[in-house]
């Protein structure tokens, strides 16, 4: 049981080139998440998906996309990045309950040069 | 609208003195209060929530938080801290089926 996992753990990116930020969560559960952290900020959310094959904004959702592939994957695209989107970038999943606990993946370090 | 205040940005101790992290939130109905630790290169652990009944709640590390309604506080408590609890901790309302947390509090631990 290995919980949320990130892939990459740290990107290196030129402004305007693109890509994925890939999280998978083998606990069955029907939320998933994307955060970003900055220094002073705390974590903001990007998008969430409440289940399969739906997807919503969050609190700063320009310049991102998302996909929910499947009930375990869900996807976070930079098509064109830029220095603002350096961060660190992390991923959670949790169960449809009110209240019930999110968990979080490791996270994904991502500078733009 | 929901939000999250964590007013100490940093807050230092020493081993073995005790801990008061505040959180104050603004939430229209019932709140569902969490606080999460994060240590450093680490994602998020939940330390402990609160929904309903007892306002003390217990968490694990020997962590506990009291939710007080009348101040919209949810602060965060330990005796006797160790080297180890050294990290940021986050405190977060539930909205919907989203998570507000606020801007983190640093400790750090003093030999």
């Known amino acids: 049981n290995a919980g949320v996992t990130q892939t990459p753990k740290f990107q290196v990116l030129k402004t305007g080139q693109s890509m994925t930020l890939q999280c998978a969560q083998d606990m069955n559960h029907n939320s998933m998440y994307w955060y970003r952290q900055d220094p002073g900020m705390g974590l903001r959310l990007i998008y969430y998906?409440?289940?399969?094959?739906?997807?919503d904004k969050g609190e700063v959702p320009n310049g991102y996309n998302v996909s929910r592939l499947n009930k375990r994957e869900f996807s976070l695209r930079l098509e064109s990045a830029a220095p603002s989107q350096t961060s660190v970038y992390f991923c959670?999943?949790?169960?449809?309950?009110?209240?019930?606990?999110?968990?979080f993946g490791p996270g994904t370090r991502l500078t733009v040069l | 609208a929901q939000s999250v205040t964590q007013p100490d940005i940093h807050i230092t101790v020493s081993e073995g003195a005790s801990l008061e992290l505040r959180c104050n939130y603004s939430?229209?109905?019932?709140?569902?209060l969490f606080w999460y630790v994060q240590s450093p290169g680490q994602g998020l652990q939940l330390l402990l929530k609160y929904f309903s009944g007892d306002t003390l709640v217990q968490g694990i590390k020997g962590f506990e938080a009291e939710f007080k309604r009348s101040q919209s506080s949810f602060n965060l408590r330990k005796p006797s801290v160790h080297w180890s609890d050294a990290a940021e901790y986050f405190c977060?309302?539930?909205?919907?089926?989203?998570?507000?947390f606020g801007a983190g509090t640093i400790l750090r631990v003093k030999s």
């Open positions: 977060a309302v539930e909205y919907g089926n989203k998570l507000v």
């Open positions: 998906s409440a289940s399969e094959g739906t997807t």
């Open positions: 959670a999943s949790k169960d449809e309950g009110r209240g019930d606990t999110q968990y």
């Open positions: 939430y229209g109905a019932t709140p569902y």
